[in-house]
């Protein structure tokens, strides 16, 4: 009888398949996430559409209140409200997502430098920067740069960006540190590898693995701060439903639903990606996080 090794394509299968079962709920959570990504940008893309076309004053206004075809009623113009409210939350998170990505990188770009520094004083200065951070809290900074620079997608999305690597920032710092501490770090100094060996090939895999699910957590945040931009009038001429609640708000006796049912949108699919984000954190292990993340 012939004694045959299983090949090394099955091997590789094998380890594959046991790697997907234990993520299993990741997976899940993440198709979950994707999905609702999907329904979002799967709408009537509303095109150039302005705030002034749907809620300018009209000697005779077309809208309609809610019915069987227009589940939400429709604007000023006549558009279905309820298209306009998921064209406008996809923008918000768009925006989200673009903030948060960058402001990941840039945090990812403050703190590596530093880790292969083997002084033990060598954070100390992103965590005073951070405190100060704290103090001042950051959404007054981003209404006063807002503001005064006119608005618009080239201020609020660097200055989310940058709100999110000064909170994080200390967060990457405390993973690192916690990384170096591990019994497979002291083994590998005692096996005489060098800072970079430990730092690239065990620290920083763990530090990125957890980066999924601090995504998935800011995204929400940052849609809710895009959209008290938007509703204070500094996200520039476009459509968002902090602009459609802040416009909605003038016709709010003779079509209340104008202002009502963007916010109730927006609740809805704010809490679906907080609870995603959560459960997607919890699946990977993230840890706690600082409660202004």
Avoid at 62 to 85: I, K, Q, S, Y
Avoid at 118 to 143: D, K, Q, T
Avoid at 215 to 225: K, T
Wanted: hydrophobic residues 55%; charged residues 15%.
């Amino acid at each position: 009888m012939i004694n045959r090794r299983p090949s090394r394509w099955l091997r590789h299968l094998r380890l594959i398949a046991i790697r997907l079962w234990q993520l299993r709920r990741v997976l899940v959570l993440v198709m979950l996430y994707l999905v609702l990504f999907g329904w979002l940008f799967s709408g009537d893309r509303a095109g150039d559409v302005r705030p002034t076309e749907l809620y300018g004053m009209r000697e005779t206004p077309r809208w309609r209140e809610p019915d069987r075809d227009h589940w939400c009623g429709t604007a000023v113009n006549g558009a279905d409200l309820f298209e306009l409210c998921r064209f406008a939350m996809a923008t918000s998170v768009s925006v989200a997502v673009v903030a948060v990505s960058a402001g990941i990188v840039l945090a990812l770009l403050l703190t590596m430098p530093l880790v292969f520094d083997p002084g033990e004083n060598r954070f100390a200065w992103i965590e005073r920067v951070s405190g100060a951070g704290v103090i001042l809290p950051g959404m007054i900074v981003m209404v006063i740069l807002a503001g005064g620079g006119g608005g618009g997608l080239r201020l609020v999305i660097p200055g989310l960006a940058w709100l999110v690597a000064l909170m994080l920032s200390p967060l990457l710092c405390r993973w690192f540190r916690e990384g170096e501490d591990g019994f497979e770090i002291v083994a590998a100094r005692v096996l005489g590898l060098s800072r970079r060996e430990i730092v690239i090939g065990r620290v920083l895999p763990s530090v990125l693995r957890r980066l999924p699910g601090v995504f998935a957590i800011l995204v929400p945040v940052a849609m809710l701060a895009e959209m008290s931009l938007s509703f204070l009038g500094f996200t520039g001429d476009r459509l968002s439903v902090g602009v459609m609640i802040a416009r909605g708000q003038a016709y709010l006796i003779e079509a209340p639903w104008m202002a009502i049912y963007p916010g109730l949108f927006a609740t809805v699919v704010v809490m679906a990606f907080s609870l995603l984000g959560w459960r997607v954190s919890a699946a990977l292990r993230t840890g706690p996080l600082p409660p202004l993340l």
